[in-house]
Nanobody, 120 residues
Framework: QVQLVESGGGLVQAGGSLRLSCAAT????????MGWYRQAPGKQRELVAS???????NYDDSVKGRFTISRDNAKKTVYLQMVSLKPEDTAFYYC??????????????WGRGTQVTVSS
């Protein structure tokens, strides 16, 4: 069974920084795309940033220049460095990973999420 465990959320003032981490464990052959999503109260879950196994990144326009996604393939971990945080960044943040198992079946897994709250 594959699990994704996030850490690093919390409460920060506007303009502050946080770093989220998400580690994948279990029967993993390899991991393709990894990403961070967020969901604010009353809104749909949205993609914040994604990164391919080769390091190609993609960002939502609202976070470009402020958030940086990275990954450590050896540690099966994805990170999200967030700077210049704004109150509108407040949301529950989830990581995702497209995991290929030893039967060469690929499916998307989700973490349980971590709360990020930015006060004004």
């Amino acid at each position: 069974q594959v699990q994704l465990v996030e850490s690093g959320g919390g409460l920060v003032q506007a303009g502050g920084s946080l770093r989220l981490s998400c580690a994948a464990t279990g029967r993993i052959f390899n991991i393709n795309d990894m990403g961070w999503y967020r969901q604010a109260p009353g809104k749909q879950r949205e993609l914040v940033a994604s990164i391919s196994s080769g390091g190609t990144t993609n960002y939502d326009d609202s976070v470009k220049g402020r958030f940086t996604i990275s990954r450590d393939n050896a540690k099966k971990t994805v990170y999200l460095q967030m700077v210049s945080l704004k109150p509108e960044d407040t949301a529950f943040y989830y990581c995702s990973a497209d995991v290929r198992d030893f039967n060469f079946v690929t499916r998307k897994y989700w973490g349980r999420g971590t709360q990020v709250t930015v006060s004004s």
